[in-house]
């Protein structure tokens, strides 16, 4: 059972869900390959091959960190509120009424746009949050916007 569900108010129910988008495992997958390349060089140097255990350690750190970043990122949109919860080592959780909800934002860049993934910030009369690398923003923003005409009406 994950945090949101455990979390749940009486009669609340979670509209929408999102995690961190997968481009959060483009840096390792980058520097895994050129590990490669720094391995050959290190085991074709006499002195550098007592070493070319270390690179493997660095990526092996690098992609359990990562794993826990995007295996323990929750984002959702219930009928009462926002909730989130990201980290393993540092967690970061917030949990925000919609009624107190004035105004989401949506950040992207070009490449955000391409693979759909961007930022949501979402501001609650002068106290303001960001959602970093959150897959389909959009969407999450359109849930947002639904609960929150639902209570204006």
């Known amino acids: ?14 509209l929408f869900r999102t995690k961190k988008h997968l481009i ?4 390792p997958a980058i520097l895994t390959i050129l590990s490669i390349f720094v391995f050959n060089y290190m085991h074709s140097n006499f ?7 270390v690179p493997s ?3 092996l750190i690098l ?13 959702a949109v219930t009928n009462k509120r926002v909730m989130m919860r990201e980290g393993f080592f540092f967690r970061h959780t917030n949990e925000m009424r919609i009624r107190t909800i004035s105004q989401v934002n949506v950040y992207q860049s070009l490449l955000g746009q391409m693979l759909d993934y961007g930022s949501v910030s ?14 389909s ?10 609960q929150l005409d639902k209570i204006t009406m």
């Open 1 to 14: 059972m994950s945090y949101i569900e455990r979390n749940l108010l009486p009669d609340e129910q979670i």
């Open 24 to 27: 959060l495992f483009a840096i």
């Open 47 to 53: 002195i550098l091959v007592k070493f070319e255990w």
């Open 57 to 59: 350690v660095i990526l």
């Open 63 to 75: 992609w359990a960190s990562v794993g826990l970043e995007y295996y323990f990122s929750e984002f």
């Open 122 to 135: 979402i501001n609650a009369f002068g106290v303001s949050d960001a959602y970093p690398m959150i897959a």
């Open 137 to 146: 923003p959009f969407t999450f923003q359109r849930y947002v916007n639904e």
